[in-house]
Every structure is written in C-alpha cells, then in structure tokens.
C-alpha cells in the first residue's frame, strides 16, 4: 500500500512537472510580453501634431516606427524603445521634456501598436535595425552618417532593444532606464531555479554592454532604488562591466512604473550630460 501511494506521488509530481514544463515553453511569450493596440484616433492625432510615421517590411512583416523631427538648430535624434506593455507612443509627450531640441524616433515591436509578428530577440533587432534605415531613407541621409547623429533610448525591455541597435550600427551613445542584466536572470526572479532555464528570450545586456564598451561608447543608467521588478542590484552589475564608460544614478523612492515621475529631473541632467559627450 505504502509504496503504491509513494509511486502515485512520484508520478502525480511528474505529471505537475511535465505541466509546468509544458506551460513554460508554450505561454512564455504571453508570461513576458504585454501588447497592447493604439486607442481610436491616437495615431492621427500624433500626426496631426507634426509627428510622421515610417512604415518598413521585416520578416513578421510591415512594421511602422513615429518620429518627430528635431527643433531649428539641432539635427541629434534619439530613437527610443519602451517596455514590454508599452506602446511607442507613451513616451512621446514625457520624452520632450527630457530633451525638447532633438528628435525623436519611437519604435514600436513586432506584434505592438498593431504592426504583425511575434516579438523575440531576433524580430526586436530586426524591427530596431529596420527602423532606423526607414528614417535614413525619409532624412534622405546615408545611413552610416545618420548614425553619427543618434542616441539610443531604453527602458526597461526596451534596454535590450537600445544595446543591441547601438551594437550593430555603432551609435556611440546610450541612455538605459531600469534595464535589466540577462532576461534568464529576470525568469529567476519570476519563476525560480531550475525553471528560469527554460528561458527561450535570450537578451544579455551585460554582453551587449561588454561589447559596446569595448568600442569606447558611454552608457548612462536612471534606475530606482526600491524598484520591485528590475532590482538596483542589476543596474549596479551592469555599471561593473566599464566603471568609467557606464555611469548610474539611482534614484531613492522610485519603483519601476513611476521612475520617469519621480526621477524627472535627474533623467534630464543624464540627457544633458549625455548629449554633451
């Protein structure tokens, strides 16, 4: 009886597992990424105010970013990715103020805002890649100069989509907001050990910093203290990487969905100081 019951236990719990399993490698996209569709007439409205849209083909698909052209005077452009439940768009009206004179390139992911596709690290770094030549093609700029004239803007998710855009074409400055160290380290925090390693997303940003600092290119983080999602301590990991060429500010009472509130100021000195490089 007794070993009866034991071999029901062992393969009830082998059952659970295998679920588990099961559940992870096919409901990890939906565990991790949040799309959402632009509301009646946001879009428009965005034109209307002077905004332009890029549309571009990628293997998921046509794709389209926003963009906004820089004041008189100015021709810096920064090329923004948000996080994994955000939309292009949300951060149009904060980021001006982060720096009203330059230009601004919102990128939205496969499957977000209504472009098709699934959002993994390679259709991302397509969608990246792809939106920045649709903005030479409309500057009518040759790309390679193009670059010269970009930063690149990350939160959160967006973080991985920033580092791996400036990695490829050689922007020489990046600006990070609560970004994370690897997507498996994230899993962990979420799921647990051995769980985490069934992660199929497989951002490093820490290996993408690594290879950016070792071309000279300046990082710059804002991430809050009591952030509950993306803990500090990731930010402090990737500041580790180059001591000299990331620098962090950390912000005390910010959490992760209200550090662009709380940390306004301080993200405007780091705009600052970042484009006077």
Known sequence: MIKRLFAGGV???AVGLAGWVVILLLWQDRLMYFPREYGVGEVEEY???GGVILEFE???GRQRAFFRAPRAGTDWIWVMFGGNAALALDAAEESRRWDDGAGWLYCDYPG????PGRTTPASV???ALGAVAALARHLRCPQEQLVLRLGAVGQSLGSAAALMMADELGVRTVV???PFTTMTEMARLVVGWPSCLLNRH???NRMTLKSLCSKGVRTWIVHGIDDEVVPISMARDLATVDSWLVKVTEVAGARHNDLVDEAGEEIVRVFQQARAR
């Open 125 to 127: 770094r397509e969608s």
């Open 202 to 204: 497989l951002y490093d």
């Open 11 to 13: 393969r009830a719990a």
């Open 58 to 60: 990628t293997e998921e």
């Open 112 to 115: 977000f805002g209504g472009n």
């Open 47 to 49: 034109v209307d105010g």
């Open 176 to 178: 990070l907001l609560a």
